[in-house]
Structure formats: C-alpha cells, structure tokens
C-alpha cells in the first residue's frame, strides 16, 4: 500500500512539472517554437482601502472645540504674591489637561496664546485674574488655548500686528525686485555687472603700482646712490 501512494504522488509530480511554464519554454525552446506565457494579474485592492487612503488629510481639523471658564483663584492663593501670575498660567494648563483628555497629564502639550498669556499677566505677578473665558481647541493630541471674548484693545494689537506682517512681506519682494533690475541694467554684452569690473580694474592697478614701488626700494638698496640720495653736502662758510 505505502508503495502504490509513493507512485501515485511522483506521478502528480510529473503530470504537474510537464503542464508548467518551464517545461513548456523549454520544449519550445528545443523544437524553436515561441510560447506564450500567461502573466499573472495583480490583485487590485478594494475599494474600501482606496477610500481610507484618500481620507488621511484629516490632522488640520480640530478633534475637539470647547469654551470654559477657568477658576484660578484657587490655584494661586496659597503661593506667596512674587509667584502668583505664574501659577495661574500653570493652574490653567492642568485644567485644560483635564477637560480636554489629556492622558499622559503632560502640561507641555497645552498650548497658550501670546494675548491669553498677556491679559493674565496684565495687572502684574502679584494680581493675576481670578477666572477667565477661554476658547480651547485640539489638534493632534495638542490642545491650542486662546481668548474667548477678544478685548477691544488686543483686536487692535493683533490688527497692528498683521498689517506689519504684510509691509514687511511686501518690502522683501519690492528689494529683491529692485535689486534684480539694477544687476539687470549694469550687465553689459558680456554678461558681467560693470561695478565689479571696475573693482577688479582698481584691484589690478594698485597691484601693479605696489610692485613697481617694492622694485624701485630694491634697486635703491643695492647701489650707493641709494643709501645717500636723500642726504645733503654740508654747505661751509668761506672766511674772507
């Protein structure tokens, strides 16, 4: 019995080695034949993938959008009156650690804004607010904390702020705008600005003088006129 299923396997395996590709090249090959071999189709992925890639631009959206009111008195008053606006400022990032599902209980991942941080700060350190209206927004995992009713006078800091952004946008481009049209007109038919020809021209003749000078302190040094030029006979007195 073993014997029969020993043959009945080894003849699957050649019945399989004579319908494969190989085989099949290889008697073409031998009789010089071209045979045409089936390629193999690439399984084309579902549609359900397709969608979920299309979906990954997904991070600039806000995962969360909220408006507290934050006590701070609390945090602050039993901390001595030269400490107490940086705690307020730290009282606050622990509450928004903990409304807005912050797991690690990382304070580096609140985020506050420059004017939220200035309107604490505004009566100094010894007298922060006590409590404050604030809009909260989380973005990948970090929480961006800013003013919720925006005063008068920080919309016209922040108004004053923007429009120097754009001047001074707008001033980079008119300089380099201008100083492309000056190299433009300078360049002569060669290619090459007509200041720095004339900077190489004054290089190259101060070179030149500066040479001839060394050859002529040279030559005075080697013959005796030279070490006598600049003295003079002593004039004497003829006695009558």
């Known amino acids: 019995m073993m014997v029969e299923e020993v043959k009945k396997t080894e003849s699957k395996k050649l019945e399989e080695f004579k319908e494969s590709d190989e085989n099949k090249k290889a008697i073409a090959e031998s009789e010089g034949k071209a045979v045409e071999v089936k390629k193999e189709r690439k399984e084309s992925t579902p549609a359900v993938t397709k969608v979920k890639k299309k979906g990954k631009k997904t991070e600039g959206k806000a995962e969360l959008e909220r408006e507290y009111i934050v006590p701070l008195r609390k945090g602050f008053l039993n ?88 001047a001074s946008v707008v001033d980079k481009k008119g300089a380099k705008k201008t100083e492309k049209e000056k190299v433009e007109a300078d360049k002569d038919k060669d290619g090459v600005d007509d200041k720095k020809e004339e900077d190489e021209r004054k290089k190259a003749g101060a070179e030149k003088a500066a040479s001839v000078a060394k050859e002529k302190n040279r030559d005075l040094k080697r013959t005796a006129q030279g070490k006598h030029a600049q003295k003079t006979v002593p004039v004497r007195k003829v006695l009558k």
Do not use: C, Q
Request: charged share 40%; aromatic share 6%.
């Open 79 to 166: 901390v001595p009156h030269y400490r107490r606006a940086k705690k307020a400022v730290k009282t606050l990032k622990e509450f928004m650690v903990r409304h807005m599902n912050i797991r690690d209980g990382d304070t580096r991942k609140v985020k506050i804004n420059i004017h939220l941080n200035n309107e604490i700060w505004f009566r100094g350190i010894k007298k922060p607010l006590t409590k404050i209206k604030v809009k909260a927004k989380k973005i990948g995992g970090i929480v961006y904390v800013e003013l919720a009713d925006v005063p008068k006078v920080v919309k016209f800091k922040m108004a004053r702020e923007e429009k120097v952004k754009m």
